[in-house]
């Protein structure tokens, strides 16, 4: 069972629900979690188009509260298995030094399943975008960095956290919004979840 997260909140109304995650004008706004969200209903499509079982978590434009999609997301792995579910929480980045950029994974601390999905995760990514910067944390073998996120340390299923690019970079925030840049990201990870659900379903990995 593939688990989907859209970090942050939509809009309701016209009105973002998470001010502070995005970039807001007169004339234009980028807001994270109403990016995040596209994404996520992107690559539930696909899945859904490969009969492949998933579950967005929070499909609704409130910022629901981390408590509530973390106790959602256990609710589902201990009716499947932790072992046969995957969480991907989809985020982009953001940064005061505008030329800060590159993708990054996110695992909680220590040897875990999701070590090894986002190892699996950040080969497939540097195979297919060669060009873009990788923001890879190395210790030894391992490119994803450890962080203490409460959808990472307090979910019971294998979970990682992408951040595709930085809105704040002019350069990655053109490409974010790009049709190229919407496809690059949606059928990147739609293709890591169904690899992983193979995988999952051979009990390999």
């Keep these: 069972m593939i688990l989907l997260d859209a970090g942050h909140g939509g809009y309701i109304e016209g009105v973002t629900q998470t001010p502070g995650r995005g970039i807001y004008g007169e004339r234009s706004s980028f807001s994270e979690g109403q990016y ?3 994404i996520v209903n992107m690559i539930a499509f696909n899945l859904s188009t490969l009969n492949i079982p998933f ?19 256990n609710e589902i792995a201990s009716k499947y298995g932790p072992v046969n579910c995957f969480l991907l929480s989809v985020h982009q980045n953001g940064f005061e030094n505008p030329s800060v950029k590159g993708f990054e994974l996110f695992t909680s601390f220590g040897e875990t399943q999701s070590d090894r999905y986002a190892e699996y995760m950040a080969e497939r990514f540097e195979t297919r975008f060669p060009d873009r910067q990788k923001r890879w944390y190395v210790i030894g073998s391992k490119r994803a960095k450890e962080a203490n ?8 299923c294998p979970a990682v956290l992408t951040e595709w690019g930085f809105m704040t970079n002019p350069q990655e925030k053109k490409y974010l919004l790009s049709r190229q840049g919407i496809q690059d990201q949606s059928e990147f990870l739609s293709c890591i979840c169904q690899d992983i659900q193979n995988k999952i379903t051979k009990n390999k990995l």
Excluded at 149 to 156: A, C, H, N, V
């Design 55 to 73: 579950h967005i978590i929070a499909p609704e434009n409130y910022d629901t509260p981390l408590f509530a999609r973390v106790d959602w997301v």
């Design 36 to 38: 995040n969200r596209m």
């Design 149 to 156: 996120f409460k959808i990472l340390r307090s979910t019971k």
